[in-house]
């Protein structure tokens, strides 16, 4: 079976520190890979998504970058936090398929940005 | 332009009573839909989606929703409420033209008292 996993849980970060939240997917090849943030607890939004290795495509401009340096590994990172990166950041997959899309998501992981 | 709308922040039922989380979309294209259901500090958990077919869908944990074209909508359904389906619920719809790419909407709390 498939599992996600993302680390940490939780971070608390100051304001212009780096950021790096890694996802991993097991027991599936060459999925999609997509990082949200949801802001206080609601809506989602989407920040990146990676159809294979080193295929990044970034759906806001923002302090954040995305990399995909294995078919099954997602990382996020900033050179400098702002408070407003504050948020919980959900890593999800699918697989690449026109009938099949639905997501699964990983547990998530809260940023606080003091 | 593609979206979801969810129109109800909150949705208040008693346990043992039907529910309802209505959603509506805009796509171009023939809709895939889902649902998602959150709890809290949780990813998202996939409970159902409409490809084709059948109007009505059947989920995981006894939902349901039914798709209507002419209306635009996918609500979701549930015929005997649990104190246990209190969570936060998510409709989402995958892009007519970019199949990689999938717009949430802000989310329904659903509250079911004992």
């Known amino acids: 079976s498939q599992t996600i996993h993302q680390w940490p849980a939780t971070l608390v970060q100051p304001v212009g520190s780096p950021l790096s939240l890694e996802c991993t997917v097991e027991?599936?090849?060459?999925?999609?890979l997509y990082w949200y943030r949801q802001a206080a607890g609601r809506g989602l939004q989407l920040l990146f998504y990676?159809?294979?290795?080193?295929?990044i495509s970034s759906e806001v401009p923002q302090n954040l970058s995305a990399s995909r340096p294995q078919d099954r590994q997602f990382i996020l990172s900033s050179k400098k936090l702002l408070l407003s990166d504050s948020g919980f950041y959900l890593c999800?997959?699918?697989?690449?398929?026109?009938?099949?899309?639905?997501?699964?998501f990983g547990p998530g992981t809260r940023l606080t940005v003091l | 332009a593609q979206s979801v709308a969810q129109p109800e922040d909150q949705v208040n039922v008693a346990e043992g009573n039907p529910l309802t989380v209505k959603c509506t979309y805009s796509?171009?294209?023939?809709?895939?839909l889902f649902w998602y259901v959150q709890y809290p500090n949780r990813g998202l958990q996939f409970l159902l989606k409409?490809?084709?077919?059948?109007?009505l869908v059947k989920g995981s944990y006894g939902f349901e929703a039914e798709f209507n074209k002419s209306q635009t909508s996918f609500h979701l359904k549930k015929p005997s409420a649990l104190v246990s389906d209190s969570a936060l619920y998510f409709c989402?719809?995958?892009?007519?033209?970019?199949?990689?790419?999938?717009?949430f909407g802000s989310g329904t709390k659903l509250n079911v008292k004992p």
């Open positions: 999800a997959w699918s697989v690449f398929s026109r009938q099949y899309n639905e997501q699964f």
């Open positions: 027991g599936t090849s060459n999925p999609n």
């Open positions: 990676s159809v294979g290795i080193g295929q």
């Open positions: 796509v171009s294209g023939n809709p895939y």
């Open positions: 409409y490809i084709t077919g059948d109007n």
């Open positions: 989402a719809v995958r892009d007519g033209y970019n199949f990689n790419k999938f717009y």
